[in-house]
């Protein structure tokens, strides 16, 4: 890991924990609350080319971000708590590190819900029915909830390779042939 990219992760951990103390001294409601804020934010800074550029662009002063990081939290309805942190991430020149922010508050959402996240990588597309059995599976073995992030990729041939934790399964028909291959070049 870069160190960049490190200390704007301990950066937005400071943020998140500060944020998720403050909303959990509330009531179940108000994680609810953050979890929904949380979505919307990370869908506003997807959707949004204009955020994504006030977040990184140091043309912007501490003052035009914390007027439109105000503005944009009180058009998205965010709750005081979230608003007023991004608000002060913007006067000390912080919200670069607003992913890593949404990031680290998903994962105390999830830790305090009982949940983990897979991120699982197919060959073709799942139906419900097999990412319904495949995240039973996962919790069967992690025992927690598991949501499962799917995405699709055709290079795998077949197969799967899920990520949850530090733990990796790799069932690719593309690892297979790629372990085949290197067994081979050993023999001869």
């Not at 200390?7 to 500060?18: C, I, K, N, P, Q």
């Amino acid at each position: 890991m870069s160190e960049s990219a490190s200390t704007a992760s301990g950066v937005a951990g400071r943020y998140a924990a500060a944020v998720f103390d403050l909303v959990k001294e509330g009531n179940a409601a108000s994680v609810k609350a953050l979890e929904a804020d949380v979505g919307a934010l990370d869908a506003a800074l997807k959707d949004s080319a204009e955020l994504r550029d006030l977040i990184v662009n140091p043309a912007y002063t501490r003052a035009d971000q914390g007027r439109a990081i105000v503005a944009i939290a009180a058009k998205m309805g965010l709750s005081a708590t979230l608003a007023n942190t991004l608000k002060l991430m913007a006067e000390n020149r912080r919200l670069f590190v607003l992913p890593q922010l949404i990031d680290a508050l998903r994962k105390m959402i999830a830790d305090e819900k009982g949940e983990v996240t897979a991120d699982v990588v197919a060959a073709t597309a799942l139906t419900k029915a097999q990412q319904t059995k495949l995240a039973a599976a996962l919790k069967q073995s992690v025992g927690k909830t598991v949501n499962l992030n799917v995405s699709v990729d055709d290079s795998l041939i077949g197969g799967m390779i899920v990520n949850i934790g530090s733990k990796m399964i790799d069932t690719s028909i593309r690892s297979k042939l790629a372990s085949l291959q290197n067994s081979m070049k050993e023999v001869g």
